[in-house]
């Protein structure tokens, strides 16, 4: 079989083994309705609420305050869409970041056309939200400020408890998005003054359509799904049991091995970084040196164009991304890569590589050879670098 190294963890992860086992008996055997009344069924009421109560306990939460939803985009929606219709009365104005993912920036531009006013915070060179600007921003007005616990591209860990701090001195809610740091960096609501926090199953080997907000109690928040009475009926539904079981499987899975698994992802991530600024001329790192995710490393090589390099790396069987996958596709370049100050030419040239826990030294080994191959030859036929050689 040819060689696959999967470097794209950001974009999603493999489903754990006793993942997919936990889950497989919520498909045949037990597939009953956790809101029916026979024993069969009743069953399933108890599993729902067991994930709840152990996903609720990794954060520092309590277990009515965890909300299932089918995954990071619905519970960003959610958050936003919701806290702006429960206290429009109070403000319309609402405080972002300009490196959210889609699922905030989207809405956000929604609730714009709504009639609210969204600043979207500027970030500094390695992609930091400074906690002076979301002080500065802050208004009589201002209802909700949402900014990433951890950024998807660039792997930037922002300074959340500091920014929470400050949210909740103005009595302002605090969302984060925390679908990339969930399960790879210690989170506890009440330590970063959190209201709101969107997670995935999927980003964390779990399964792919299961997620959660945390919806700190107290916090008045519309009903997203109406319906049913499941999750306090605020997302009405039949609940994804397997999804559920799968979901919380995956979050004590990835509580129980965060330790190991981010130290020995720190160490190869910076073999990774380290041998590549060394080895291969004209590029850099982008996003933070040491406050990011575990396994995120992220170039840009000019001269380079990303498409290209994704492609010839995928005909060595390496997984990559030139951004997140949702832009990918398109030819603008990353807005997270412009906003931390990178010409388009170069942003052009980026390479996110995402390590998991089965990622080894072999295969760092493997693909830092392989870029030196791969953008030599794309660098000796592109006319803007031999330009650059000529003139020295
Ligand atoms: C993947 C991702 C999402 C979307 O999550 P889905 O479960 O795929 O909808 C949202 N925010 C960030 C930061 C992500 O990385």
Same mark, same amino acid.
Not at 170 to 191: C, K, M, N, R, S
């Given at each position: ?56 306990? +990794? ?119 925390? +679908? ?28 792919? %359509? ?16 109406? %319906? ?12 994804? +049991? ?133 953008? %030599? ?11 650059? +050689?000529?003139?020295?």
């Amino acid at each position: 079989m040819k060689r696959l190294i999967y470097l794209d963890n950001a974009a999603t992860t493999k489903t754990a083994p006793e993942v997919v086992e936990a889950m497989l008996p919520y498909f045949t055997e037990r597939f009953g309705n956790p809101s029916s009344v026979y024993s069969f069924a009743a069953g399933n009421k108890e599993v729902v609420s067991e994930q709840r109560d152990a996903i609720a306990e +990794v954060l520092g939460a309590k277990s009515n305050e965890i909300y299932f939803t089918a995954g990071g985009s619905e519970s960003d929606n959610w958050a936003l869409k919701a806290a702006a219709e429960a206290y429009g009365e109070k403000g319309n104005h609402i405080i972002t970041t300009k490196i959210e993912h889609h699922a905030i920036l989207h809405t956000a531009e929604y609730l714009e056309k709504r009639g609210f006013e969204v600043t979207y915070l500027e970030v500094d060179e390695d992609g930091k939200v400074k906690p002076e600007d979301v002080k500065r921003a802050i208004r009589p007005t201002t209802i909700l400020i949402s900014v990433m616990f951890a950024n998807n591209e660039i792997g930037t860990i922002q300074p959340i408890r500091e920014i929470g701090e400050i949210a909740h001195e103005h009595g302002i809610l605090f969302h984060t998005d925390a +679908v990339q740091a969930f399960g790879q960096v210690p989170i506890h609501v009440e330590e970063y003054h959190i209201d709101m926090l969107s997670a995935s199953g999927h980003k964390l080997n779990g399964p792919k %359509g299961i997620g959660f907000l945390y919806i700190r109690k107290g916090v008045k928040i519309r009903s997203f799904v109406h %319906g049913g009475a499941q999750e306090r009926k605020r997302r009405a539904g039949t609940e994804n +049991v397997p999804g559920i079981v799968g979901l919380g499987t995956a979050v004590k899975r990835a509580a129980a091995t965060m330790k190991e698994r981010a130290q020995k992802e720190i160490s190869l991530r910076d073999e990774l970084i380290e041998r590549v600024l060394e080895e291969i001329p004209y590029c850099r790192l982008n996003g933070h040196r040491t406050d990011r995710l575990p396994n995120n490393a992220n170039f840009s090589f000019r001269f380079v164009e990303g498409e290209s390099l994704l492609i010839m790396l995928d005909g060595k069987g390496i997984c990559g991304s030139s951004g997140s996958a949702c832009t990918s596709g398109s030819l603008d370049p990353s807005h997270v890569l412009l906003a931390i100050g990178l010409p388009h030419e170069i942003a052009h040239g980026s390479l996110r590589l995402t390590l998991s826990e089965e990622t080894t030294k072999e295969d760092i080994d493997y693909v830092v050879e392989a870029l030196k191959e791969i953008i %030599g030859k794309l660098r000796a036929m592109s006319p803007l670098y031999e330009d650059f +050689v000529k003139k020295g």
